[in-house]
């Protein structure tokens, strides 16, 4: 059963800086795209960043310019760093593939941002 750990969220005043880590177990990475999603309270969840095997990267939405999504394929990890957080950024951060699988979605890691 493959299985996706989220970690690194927390409390942070905005304009500061987080590390997201995703680590999988299974076959999940090698041969896809992995992403990030988020979802903050009383939304729905969000595709934030996205990484292909290659290393081909793609942002989606207000994080656009603020994030950098990267992974390491022989640790099975997918990172995101997060900078200048905004209030606005407080949601749960998830990892997944692209399209997300169903049964494959973790706890996720939340990240308060405080104004």
């Known amino acids: 059963q493959v299985q996706l750990v989220e970690s690194g969220g927390g409390l942070v005043q905005a304009g500061g800086s987080l590390r997201l880590s995703c680590a999988a177990s299974?076959?999940?990475?090698?041969?896809?795209?992995m992403a990030w999603y988020r979802q903050a309270p009383g939304k729905q969840r969000e595709l934030v960043a996205a990484?292909?095997?290659?290393?081909?990267?793609n942002y989606a939405g207000s994080a656009k310019g603020r994030v950098t999504i990267s992974r390491d394929n022989a640790k099975n990890t997918v990172y995101l760093q997060m900078n200048s957080l905004k209030p606005e950024d407080t949601a749960v951060y998830y990892c997944?593939?692209?399209?997300?699988?169903?049964?494959?979605w973790g706890q996720g890691t939340q990240v308060t941002v405080s104004s």
């Open positions: 997944n593939t692209v399209p997300p699988r169903r049964s494959s």
């Open positions: 299974g076959s999940i990475f090698s041969p896809n795209t």
């Open positions: 990484i292909t095997s290659a290393g081909d990267t």
